[in-house]
């Protein structure tokens, strides 16, 4: 017997599509406790330190940074967060990322201060925490500055150390396709 090849190309078809999708779009997620649903992106950003920063000591484990977008969607109502990790090595004591003025992000137009804020709670947070003695903490993010980091042809953190001193992270990837791509696959568009 003779199977139809119409139908078979069609599934090969719709079977090679599903393949094919961009591993940057971001994780749409409904949590229905609080009826809030949360666009983040698939993995978030891994920074790491820059050059001048960098601590080439044997057996010296490297601080690393993580960042990435989050939109929430409550009914309608968009807010936007970002996410940043700190995952602590024994190079260099990290600072409380909490503390006011802890965080800044290094964007083309120059530095932009981070401002804490308190995320909602969800029974699945929007990202995984590296590592599990690190600092978790959300800070105000809006469209405007979400199109400015996309935009920006560098894109750095800024952290302040224990000792009063700055580590900066730059990013391990091309953070400008990865937030462009973001902010095309959440539907915030150039108007």
Not at 16 to 36: F, I, Y
Not at 63 to 78: D, M
Not at 121 to 131: F, H, Q, S
Request: with cysteine; glycine share 8%; charged share 20%.
């Amino acid at each position: 017997m003779r199977v139809p090849q119409i139908p078979v190309m069609l599934l090969v078809v719709l079977m090679a599509g599903c393949a094919s999708q961009s591993s940057t779009k971001p994780v749409e997620v409904l949590d229905e406790r609080t009826a809030l649903t949360f666009g983040a992106l698939k993995e978030p950003i891994e920074l790491l330190p820059s050059a001048q920063n960098a601590v080439l000591i044997l057996r010296k484990r490297t601080t690393f940074a993580y960042l990435g977008p989050v939109e929430w969607n409550r009914s309608g109502a968009l807010s936007y967060g970002l996410w940043i990790h700190i995952a602590p090595g024994n190079d260099r004591q990290t600072g409380d990322i909490h503390a006011s003025a802890a965080a800044a992000l290094i964007l083309d137009d120059g530095p932009l201060e981070l401002s804490l804020i308190e995320a909602p709670k969800l029974g699945r947070e929007p990202y995984r925490p590296v590592a599990s003695w690190g600092q978790t903490a959300y800070f105000d993010l809006d469209v405007g500055t979400l199109r400015r980091m996309a935009a920006s042809s560098k894109l750095g953190l800024e952290v302040r150390a224990a000792d009063g001193s700055t580590a900066s992270f730059i990013p391990t990837v091309d953070t400008r396709a990865v937030l462009t791509q973001y902010l095309k696959d959440r539907g915030i568009t150039g108007d």
